[in-house]
């Protein structure tokens, strides 16, 4: 079980003791709805509910307070609590006001940013937005179904905006040396009026060495990162996945991208994309695009099809990815 130095720790009983492992693989931030210190929220967790965040973020600067280690099960975000591969989610609840409509604080901002750096480091988990519900990575309350009981708005359409234009951003930097830890703590309650809209993208970007071997006639999944899933609704989106395909010359790459509905597993098949053949150097570069949208619970995959054994070995995605 870890815990988090800069973290005041509030531990949470019978749950912390009682609750069982998990594997951290993702971060889900929260606004709980009401202007609370750590202090209070643990109140809350201890007295009034037997739900529970690993962390809760105050208004102050430096008011984080850490209720369950971060390898242990904590229940704030449904399916995402733990999975049963044993993964499962690091959930920080943030002070919000009663409609959970303001900004994040500067102060808040910089906390959620030295947590995501401190679980990257700790945890490794990957410095990217979830692409699905179970994709590795970092993703907010609402993102996906999978991850309340009912549907949820939280943490409201301001910090969304935040979590893709300031705070994700400002993980990924900081934990890549490009920014670096302020020397003063933040001057507090600096708030930043911030547009309510929240069509700002995700962007995608996954690089993949090496990939399966495909055999003729045969229609080959291709995975990207953990899973087959590209993205997963609801959303809009637009991807354009480069794949390089080696193998006897003159054999021809075809490539057709498919929406999987969860709930009957059914795909329905985009038509085919003719990538050209294998040259006489025995590589052929194939480009597959697509904009489109995907409704709740439905995932995007793509798939490529060869007339004569050969191989996949470098796999590229970028992609724009809207919630809606
Ligand atoms: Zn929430």
Redesign the pocket.
């Known amino acids: 079980m870890a815990w988090y130095p800069r973290a005041t720790k509030m531990e949470l009983q019978p749950e912390s003791d009682a609750q069982p492992a998990i594997k951290p693989t993702q971060f ?1 931030v ?3 709805i009401a202007p609370w210190t750590a202090k209070r929220v643990y109140e809350y967790w201890r007295d009034s509910t037997n739900l529970e965040s690993h962390f809760g973020i105050g208004y102050e600067a430096g008011d984080v307070g850490q209720f369950i280690g971060t390898e242990t099960r904590a229940d ?2 449904a399916g995402a609590n733990r999975r049963s591969d044993g993964t499962g989610a690091v959930s920080a ?1 943030t002070a919000s006001n009663l409609q959970g409509s303001d900004p994040w604080t500067d102060a808040q901002v910089e906390e959620l940013i030295r947590l995501g750096v401190w679980l990257h480091q700790k945890h490794g988990i990957p410095l990217r937005i979830c692409r699905t519900h179970s994709d590795p990575g970092f993703g907010y ?2 993102m996906f179904s999978q991850w ?1 009981t009912s549907g ?1 708005a ?2 409201g359409a301001a910090r969304i905006k935040q979590f893709k234009t300031v705070v994700f951003p400002g993980i990924v930097a900081r934990a890549t040396g490009k920014t670096e830890e302020p020397d003063q703590p933040t001057a507090p309650a600096a708030v930043t009026p911030t547009p309510k809209e929240t069509d700002v993208p995700d962007l995608i970007t996954e690089v993949v060495a090496g990939g399966p071997d495909l055999k003729a006639g045969e229609w080959k999944l291709l995975q990207m990162a953990k899973d087959t899933a590209l993205a997963q609704g609801p959303c809009r989106y637009t991807f354009a996945a480069y794949v390089v395909v080696t193998g006897k010359p003159g054999t021809r790459v075809t490539g057709r991208f498919h929406d999987l509905p969860l709930a009957t597993g059914k795909p329905s098949l985009d038509l085919r994309q003719d990538a050209g053949v294998i040259g006489a150097d025995g590589t052929l570069n194939c480009l597959f695009t697509r904009p489109g949208e995907l409704v709740k619970d439905e995932q995007l995959k793509l798939e490529v099809l060869v007339d004569a054994d050969a191989k996949v070995t470098h796999r590229l995605i970028r992609g724009l990815r809207w919630t809606i």
């Open positions: 889900i929260h606004s709980i704030a975000n609840e309350h609402s309340s949820t939280c943490p």
